[in-house]
Each structure stands twice: as C-alpha cells, then as structure tokens.
C-alpha cells in the first residue's frame, strides 16, 4: 500500500488492492471490500440485506482511477472509515410528459 493525499477530502489514503461483490438480491448493488477482507467478515444485518455475494472484481485501486458509477476517493474514505463502500444502483431516469 502507498499513501496518497486526497486533496479534495483532506485525508490521507492508502492505494489498495480491493475486492468487489455482486449482491445475488439487488440488482446492480456492489460492495467495495480490501482484498484482504472477507465477505463474510461484514456486519451479519448487512449480509442478510446484501445476500449472497459473487466476487465480481479484483483490482487496485487509487484515488486518480477513473471508476464507472462512483469517485475513487469516495470509495478509499470509506474502506478507511468504514471498511467497506457499498455502490447502489444508479437512479431510474426521470421521464417528464411533453
């Protein structure tokens, strides 16, 4: 791990490897987990929620990658704060009647 500043958030975070679960109940759900975590390490209500897990994805990560739904930052200051990021679906789009 290599410590980075986060200049936006003011933290210092470390890069890290991090594994990502898919959620058999919901769709497009995700948690974010260090790679040296198991899922199963996760608080039991969470699991229950969540259900069972598909490792998804392997990878380091670090506060400059470019990520698809979420910002890289946010997800190293919650593996920190919190030991985990789960990613939620993104929001339905809105369609307005012409």
């Avoid at 897990?53 to 470019?66: N, V």
């Amino acid at each position: 791990m290599t410590d980075l500043q986060s200049p936006s958030l003011g933290k210092h975070f470390a890069s890290m490897e991090v594994s990502v679960y898919r959620s058999s109940k919901k769709n497009q759900t995700y948690v974010y987990l260090p790679a040296d975590q198991t899922y199963e390490s996760l608080p039991e209500a969470f699991v229950a929620q969540f259900g069972d897990a598909a490792l998804f994805l392997t990878f380091e990560l670090h506060e400059d990658r470019k990520l698809a739904q979420v910002d890289a930052r946010s997800v190293l200051a919650a593996l920190h704060d919190q030991g985990f990021f789960l990613q939620l679906p993104p929001p339905a789009p809105e369609y307005k009647n012409a």
